[in-house]
C-alpha cells in the first residue's frame, strides 16, 4: 500500500473483514490487526489506542513497540501525539515526531527508535474509540493515499469496536454501550424519572462496512443518492411558497444531495474496499468531527443538514426506517438531539422523561414537557450516541443529571428520592382542597399556568383555583400555520369549559423573542428579547389581535372573560391594546354576538419601566400580574436564556424584593388587584418571600401548588417580613441565607 493502490488497500480491507469473521477472542484479533495493518503499509510499527474512559487512552495492542507497554502505557487526552489526535479528531503525520508539537517520550515502548509518526482518529459518528497509529524508522511523511488508506481502515475499526468484535477474553475493550455513564446537563423540567430509553431517531447499524465489489457498492451508492434526490425535490414542490426558512433547509438539502466533493469522496472510499454504507457514514463521522470545532452558526447549521441527510441515505441504504420497528418501551425516555414541540406533542404524557443533546431551557419543546410536567434534561452532550434503544435510564430534571446503565447503588439512591417525592405528592394531595391561609391568617390564591389542553386536568389535580396564565402562543406554537379564527374559538371554548367556572385569564399572543412562529416572517434581530415581540407585535399587526380578541369573546359567550396583555412597557401601549378590546366588542354587538358577563383586561409587568407609570394606569388597569422571569431578566440585566448568567442573580436580592415591594404598594394605591406568574411562584422559598412582600395571587406550574401550599400553611408571614427586614437593615445582599435559616428553626 506504500504505493497508495486501490488493490493493496481492498487486500488490506479483505484480511479485516476475515479478521472479524474469525473465533479469535477480542485481544487477539486486535493483536492480528495491527500486524495485518504494519505488513501492508509496510511499517514498522502499528498501534492501537483506545478510550479506557472519556480521558484516558490506553495502548490496547501493538505490533512494533514493546508487548510489555500493552494495557500499561495510557496517556490522557491531548497528551502527546497520540493524546493529540484524539483530541483534535484531526490527523498528525510527521517525519520528525520527536521535534513535533506535543510530542511525549514514553521510554516503556521503545518508540524511540521510529521517526515517522501518523495518528489517525478512530471515530463513530462523533464518538472518540481511539487512535490508529503507524510509526517508522525512516525519515519520511506518509503520502496523502497512505493516510487516506490509514483513515478508511480506522473507520472500519470503528464500526468493528460498535460490532464488539474487540471484547471477551483478555478483552482489549469493554463492551461499547454496556457500561454505565453519568452524564450533565441542564435541567429543563424538574422531577426525576426511571425508564428505558427510547431514541427518537434510532441509530443506522453498519454491519457490512467492508465489500469487495466496488462496482456493485458504487452502482448502490449512486441509486440510494439519486432516490434521496428525488426525495428531496418532492420536498422542495411542496413546501414551495411555504415558509422560506424551511425551503432555505431544503434548497441545503439538494445541493448537499448534489455535491461532487461528497459524491467523489464517497466513491474513493468505496474504491478502496469500504461498504456503500460505511463510506456515507466515514463522511457522516468527518462531517461531525468538524461540527465540533466550527463555531459560525451558519456553518453549524449546514454541517447538520449534511448529517441529517446522511442519516437519510443511510436510511436508504440499509432499508432501517425511523422506528427500527422497535415498540415504545412500557416507561420510555424520549432521548433525541433536538425535538419539535409537535413531535413531543404526540408522545404526550406516555413519555417518563426526555433527555435532549441540545435543546434550551427557553426552546418550545421545553414549555411542552414543562406543561406536562415530564422531567426533562437538555445540553447533554453524547447522549445520543452513548444511549441504545431500551437502555435501562434515570433522569434527575432537578440537577441535570442522566444516569445511563446505572449501578445498583445509584438506581437505589435516585429510587429513594423518587419515593420520597411520591410520598410528597400524597400529603399534597391530601391539602389539595384547603384554603391557603398562613398562620398568621393571610389569605393567598394560588392558581395555575397552563397554556395546553393537557393541562386543563391539573386544574383539579392540582387544587388550583383557577388558570393565572393561559399562555394562548403555544396554540400557535406548535402548528405549521395560523390557525383559523373558528379553531380559537373551539379551543378557548374547551379551556373555559374545562374550568367549570374558575377563572382563566389569557395572555394575548406572546411571541418574539425565543417563541417564533414556524409561519410567520422571521426578522433578524441583533437582541430579540429587547426587540418586536408580544404586545408591540399585537398593536402593530392588528389583524392577528383583533382576531383572537374576537374568537376570546365569541368563546365566553356570556361567561366573565379575563384578557391579559404581556410585556406593556409603558401605559399607552395598554391603552391602545383596550381600545381595540372596546371595538372588538362593539363589532362583536352588532353582528349579534352574546357579550361576556364581566369582562377584566390586564397588563403584564415584565420591564421595570411599567411599575413607574402614572397613577392613571394603575387606576385604570383591572389587574395586573408581574412576569417575574421577563422583569427579572431586565432588572438584573441578565439574558433568562443565556446559561452563562442566567442564575447569577438571586430572586431573594434585596434590591429585587425592594422592587417587588414597591410594585405591590403601587397596586394597593388604587386597589389593583396584582398577581405574580413567573416561575419563581412556584419556588417554595421564593413563593414565601413574595407573599411576605404583600402578593396575594401566585400562578405556578401545576405540580408546584402542592409544595407551595405545604410551606405558606406553615408560614407566619408577619415574623418573615422581619426576618427580611432585618436581613435587608444589616446590608446582605440577598435575604435567602436568613430566611433558609429562619424555617429551619420552624422545623
Ligand atoms: C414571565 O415572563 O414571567 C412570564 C410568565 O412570561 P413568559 O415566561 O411566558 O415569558
Ligand atoms: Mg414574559
Redesign the pocket.
Known amino acids: 500500500m506504500a504505493d497508495g493502490t486501490e488493490t493493496e488497500s481492498r487486500k488490506l480491507l479483505g484480511r479485516l473483514r476475515e479478521e472479524m469473521a474469525s473465533e479469535a477472542a477480542g485481544q487477539e484479533r486486535l493483536d492480528r490487526i495491527t500486524h495485518l495493518i504494519a505488513d501492508s503499509i509496510r511499517a514498522e510499527v502499528c498501534s492501537v489506542y483506545l478510550f479506557r474512559d472519556e480521558d484516558t487512552l490506553e495502548l490496547c495492542a501493538t505490533e512494533g513497540l514493546a508487548p510489555e507497554a500493552v494495557h500499561k502505557t495510557r496517556m490522557r487526552m491531548g497528551e502527546g501525539l497520540v493524546g493529540r489526535v484524539a483530541q483534535s479528531g484531526k490527523v498528525v503525520n510527521t517525519p520528525d515526531a520527536p521535534s513535533a508539537k506535543g510530542f511525549r517520550y514514553m521510554p516503556e515502548t521503545g518508540e524511540e527508535r521510529f521517526s515517522s509518526f501518523l495518528g489517525v482518529p478512530v471515530q463513530r459518528l462523533g464518538e472518540k474509540l481511539g487512535v490508529l497509529v503507524v510509526q517508522s524508522r525512516e525519515a519520511r511523511r506518509f503520502s496523502a493515499d497512505e493516510v487516506y488508506a490509514l483513515e478508511v481502515v480506522a473507520m472500519v475499526l470503528a464500526e468493528m469496536a460498535e460490532l464488539g468484535a474487540f471484547v471477551g477474553e483478555g478483552a482489549a475493550l469493554s463492551p461499547l454501550h454496556q457500561q454505565s455513564v453519568q452524564l450533565s446537563g441542564g435541567p429543563a423540567q424538574e422531577g426525576y424519572a426511571e425508564g428505558h430509553v427510547w431514541l427518537h431517531e434510532p441509530r443506522v447499524v453498519v454491519t457490512n462496512p467492508i465489500a469487495d465489489d466496488p462496482h456493485r457498492e458504487r452502482e448502490r451508492l449512486n441509486e440510494a443518492v439519486e432516490e434521496l434526490r428525488v426525495g428531496v425535490d418532492k420536498m422542495l414542490e411542496i413546501s414551495q411558497g411555504g415558509d422560506k426558512e424551511q425551503l432555505q433547509v431544503l434548497e441545503a438539502y439538494r445541493m448537499f444531495a448534489n455535491s461532487k466533493g461528497w459524491m467523489r469522496r464517497m466513491e474513493e472510499d468505496i474504491a478502496l474496499g469500504l461498504s456503500a454504507e460505511a463510506a456515507v457514514e466515514k463522511e457522516q463521522s468527518q462531517a461531525r468531527a468538524r461540527m465540533g470545532q466550527v463555531t459560525d452558526p451558519y456553518l453549524r447549521e449546514r454541517l447538520a443538514d449534511l448529517d441529517d441527510l446522511s442519516n437519510r441515505l443511510l436510511r436508504i441504504l440499509t432499508g432501517q426506517g425511523n422506528t427500527n420497528g422497535a415498540d415504545l418501551p412500557p416507561d420510555p425516555i424520549l432521548i433525541a438531539r433536538n425535538i419539535g414541540p409537535g413531535d413531543l406533542l404526540e408522545y404526550g404524557r406516555s413519555l417518563k422523561g426526555i433527555v435532549l443533546e441540545e435543546g434550551s431551557v427557553g426552546s418550545h419543546a421545553t414549555i411542552v414537557a414543562r406543561a406536562l410536567a415530564i422531567p426533562l434534561v437538555v445540553h447533554v452532550g453524547r447522549i445520543t450516541t452513548e444511549a441504545l434503544n431500551g437502555d435501562h435510564i434515570l433522569v434527575d430534571g432537578d440537577q441535570g443529571i442522566v444516569h445511563l446503565r446505572p449501578e445498583d447503588t445509584v438506581a437505589n439512591a435516585v429510587r429513594d428520592k423518587i419515593a420520597m417525592q411520591a410520598k410528597a405528592q400524597e400529603r399534597y394531595a391530601s391539602i389539595r382542597e384547603t384554603p391557603t391561609v398562613t398562620r398568621d391568617g393571610e389569605r393567598i390564591n394560588l392558581v395555575m399556568?397552563a397554556g395546553l389542553m393537557a393541562d386543563l386536568p391539573s386544574l383539579n389535580n392540582s387544587g388550583a383555583e383557577g388558570v393565572g396564565?393561559f399562555?394562548t402562543e403555544l396554540q400557535f406554537l406548535i402548528r405549521n400555520q395560523m390557525p383559523k379564527r373558528s379553531e380559537l374559538v373551539t379551543q378557548y371554548q374547551r379551556v373555559l369549559d374545562a374550568a367549570e367556572g374558575k377563572r382563566v385569564i389569557f395572555r394575548t399572543l406572546?411571541i418574539g423573542s425565543d417563541k417564533v412562529l414556524p409561519y410567520m416572517k422571521h426578522v433578524a434581530e441583533p437582541n430579540p428579547a429587547l426587540g418586536w415581540r408580544a404586545i408591540r407585535v399585537g398593536l402593530d399587526k392588528r389583524g392577528v389581535m383583533r382576531m383572537q380578541l374576537q374568537a376570546l369573546l365569541r368563546a365566553a359567550n356570556g361567561r366573565p372573560l379575563s384578557i391579559m396583555f404581556?410585556f406593556v412597557a409603558q401605559a399607552d401601549e395598554f391603552y391602545e391594546a383596550r381600545w381595540e378590546v372596546n371595538k372588538t366588542i362593539e363589532r362583536e354587538k352588532r353582528l349579534g354576538h352574546i357579550l361576556p358577563e364581566t369582562l377584566e383586561v390586564g397588563a403584564?409587568l415584565?420591564t421595570p419601566s411599567l411599575a413607574f407609570a402614572p397613577q392613571k394606569f394603575f387606576d385604570e388597569v383591572d389587574f395586573v400580574s408581574v412576569?417575574?422571569?421577563?422583569?427579572k431578566q431586565f432588572f438584573f440585566a441578565a439574558d433568562r436564556e443565556n446559561e452563562l448568567v442566567r442564575r447569577r442573580y438571586d430572586t431573594l436580592n434585596v434590591s429585587f424584593l425592594s422592587f417587588i415591594a414597591q410594585i405591590v404598594e403601587r397596586c394597593n394605591s388604587s386597589n389593583t388587584p396584582l398577581s405574580f406568574?413567573?416561575?419563581d411562584a412556584g419556588r417554595p422559598v421564593e413563593a414565601l418571600c413574595l407573599a411576605a412582600m404583600g402578593i396575594r395571587t401566585l400562578s405556578m406550574r401545576p405540580a408546584s401548588i402542592g409544595p407551595v401550599k405545604s410551606v405558606l400553611l406553615r408560614a407566619d408571614l408577619q415574623s418573615l417580613r422581619k426576618i427580611i427586614a432585618d436581613a435587608r437593615h444589616r446590608g446582605e445582599q440577598s435575604v435567602r441565607p436568613a430566611v433558609m435559616e429562619w424555617l429551619r428553626n420552624q422545623g
Open positions: 399556568n396564565l399562555r406572546d404581556p403584564m415584565e412576569g417575574g422571569n421577563d422583569l406568574c413567573g416561575e
